[in-house]
Nanobody
């Protein structure tokens, strides 16, 4: 049974930082491209970042987080991370990690096979 478990969310002031983690089990982690998505109240789920399988040498970000967020992976720990710096109130959302067996980064949520339960990030002004 595949499980993705996010952690690291919380309340932070604008300009602060958080690091989200997503621990995966029940799958061969290295084979999977990983993604982070977020959903704010009354908004659709949106793509945040993706990292290619195995090496993690290719990443992709939505424009609004480029230069502030960094996605990375540790295959030995079956974990993907999202380092979030210079946080803004508009980053407030539930953040989800997701996995897809793919050789490319992916932006569309429908393309992902597995999802975590999400972790809340709240940025106060």
């Amino acid at each position: 049974q595949v499980q993705l478990v996010e952690s690291g969310g919380g309340l932070v002031q604008a300009g602060g930082s958080l690091r989200l983690s997503c621990a995966a089990s029940g799958l061969t982690f290295g084979y999977f491209t990983m993604g982070w998505f977020r959903q704010a109240p009354e908004k659709e789920r949106e793509f945040v970042a993706s990292i290619i399988r195995w090496s993690g040498s290719v990443t992709d970000y939505v424009d609004s987080v480029k230069g502030r967020f960094t996605i990375s992976r540790d295959n030995a720990k079956n974990t993907v991370y999202l380092q979030m710096n210079s946080l803004k109130p508009e980053d407030t959302a539930v953040y989800y990690c997701a996995a897809v067996m793919s050789s490319r980064t992916r932006r569309e949520s429908a393309q992902y096979d597995y999802w975590g339960q999400g972790t809340q990030v709240t940025v106060s002004s």
